[in-house]
């Protein structure tokens, strides 16, 4: 018997075992969330009403006194029953996909760059998703799942393109890099996430990436200029050498083919980019204001958080910047 959660106006059955955060997205009721692992505090949320489980909800994301005063990690708590929480703090949607399972078809693997293979899948059924969003893809012969943004607009809605980079020793990445094959069928489950484009704007964008960052920038850079193709766009992407550098023939095509957007690729650890250093800097230097733009960063936590006070001193809205941070499995 699945168990009744109610938030706002929001109403749902949960199955038992399942999380709070997956009854609500299932059900296309839209919860604040991003990381999905405990590790974030979007997914925090108030209960009235009922007791859970709390599983994996770590001190450093929910503290002694949040717990204390009933606040619980969607993400990670389980019900035991009904459960009655407080109206999630927006009930806005960001483009809310119902989330669901599909199996999909490993296409085609590429290596695009050192130690940074592009994996293109092709799901059963098409899967909708706000371009900027993630998939959780279960690692094949386990029950592990990794989270990896799509890199494609949502227009390829059967098309799931992920951008991977090797982590030595990891789980996912001894599958992509070692025994990945063409034909094998993967479960996936999405779209999950708050980093999502919003598609009814006009005015300028800034988008910095860093790595494999730029995937989710690349389906928001596509589905932007395919809307406004002559969109003010600044697009950087920061990587440490040039071998690290992928899709610069496709990006620099896109330059050609719209006038306002720019691609600047940003090597900290040698010449050979447009800018020799930090992603950063580049954007310090090239905008003198940032007042009417909107910001989009996607990569580690520490690159996020240096983006951030980047495009706060160019004195851009705080609540015009989205971030994705590809924070470790804990
Ligand atoms: C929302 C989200 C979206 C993501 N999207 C992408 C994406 O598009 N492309 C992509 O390449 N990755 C992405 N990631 C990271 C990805 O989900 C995995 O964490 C990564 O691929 C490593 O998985 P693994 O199984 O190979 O390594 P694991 O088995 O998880 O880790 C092996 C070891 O390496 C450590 N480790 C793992 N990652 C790091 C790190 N970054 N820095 C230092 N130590 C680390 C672990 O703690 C562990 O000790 C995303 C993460 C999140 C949260
Ligand atoms: S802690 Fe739940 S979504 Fe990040």
Redesign the pocket.
């Known amino acids: 018997m699945p168990y009744t959660l109610t938030a706002g106006t929001g109403v749902v059955p949960c199955e038992p075992g399942r999380t709070v955060l997956e009854a609500f997205l299932r059900n296309g009721n839209w919860m604040p969330n ?2 999905n ?1 405990g590790t974030c505090g979007t997914c925090k949320i108030k209960v009235l009403d009922g007791e859970l489980d709390h599983r994996n909800s770590p001190e450093e994301t929910l503290t002694a006194d949040e717990l204390a005063a009933g606040f619980v990690l969607a993400c990670q708590a389980t019900p035991r029953g009904d459960v009655v929480f407080e109206t999630p703090a927006t009930e806005e949607s960001a483009g809310t996909h119902v989330l669901r399972d599909v199996v999909a078809t490993v296409a085609e693997v590429r290596d695009i760059a050192a130690d940074t293979r592009k994996v293109l899948l092709t799901a059963d059924e098409p899967l909708e998703f706000s371009a900027g969003q ?1 998939v959780e893809v279960t ?1 094949p012969g386990t029950e ?1 799942r ?4 799509l890199a494609n607009p949502p227009s390829e809605a059967k098309q799931l393109e ?4 090797r ?8 599958w992509v890099f070692e025994r990945i094959e063409v034909g094998e069928r993967v479960a996936v489950t999405g779209p ?2 708050d980093f999502t484009f919003d598609p009814d704007g006009t005015g300028p964008i800034a988008l910095l990436g860093g790595g ?1 960052g730029l ?2 920038l690349e389906a928001i850079v596509r589905q932007a200029l395919s809307l406004v193709p002559d969109r003010q766009i600044l697009l950087y992407h920061g990587v440490r050498t040039c071998a690290d550098l992928y899709d610069v023939d496709f990006l620099r095509e896109l330059e050609t083919r719209h006038p306002g957007f720019r691609y600047i690729t940003c090597v900290s650890r040698e010449s050979g980019g447009d800018h020799e250093g930090y992603v950063t800097d580049a954007f310090l230097e090239d905008v003198a204001s940032a007042k009417e733009f909107t910001g989009y960063i996607c990569g ?1 936590e520490a690159f996020v958080e240096a983006s951030v006070k980047a495009f706060k001193r160019r004195r851009m809205s705080p609540r015009r910047i989205r971030r ?6 804990g």
């Open positions: 991003s990381c692992q993630y690692v592990i990794r989270q990896y943004s992920l951008h991977i980079r982590q030595p020793g990891g789980v996912a990445s001894e999950y996430g494999t995937a989710p580690s994705e941070r590809f924070t470790p499995a």
